[in-house]
């Protein structure tokens, strides 16, 4: 997108890490735990002070079990 005018917006990387555990214990087989951390960098537009940076830490857990 074009950094001034009317259809102007930042620039932005994103950056993420992810850790994942499997506990390697058999009645917890199928258990997965997450831990994520996400950035994400904004670059101001020619208009300024447009740009916000984010930060997110996220915990997921995933059980996969048959019906």
């Known amino acids: 997108t074009p950094d001034c005018g009317n259809t102007a917006s930042p620039d932005q990387e994103e950056y993420n890490l992810n850790f994942n555990y499997r506990p390697p214990v058999a009645v917890l087989q199928g258990l997965l735990l997450q831990l994520r951390f996400a950035w994400v960098d904004q670059d101001d537009t020619c208009r300024g002070n447009?740009?916000?940076?984010?930060?997110?830490?996220?915990?997921?857990?995933?059980y996969r079990f048959e019906f």
């Not at 447009?50 to 995933?62: P, S």
């Open 50 to 62: 447009d740009g916000f940076d984010t930060t997110e830490v996220r915990f997921v857990t995933n």
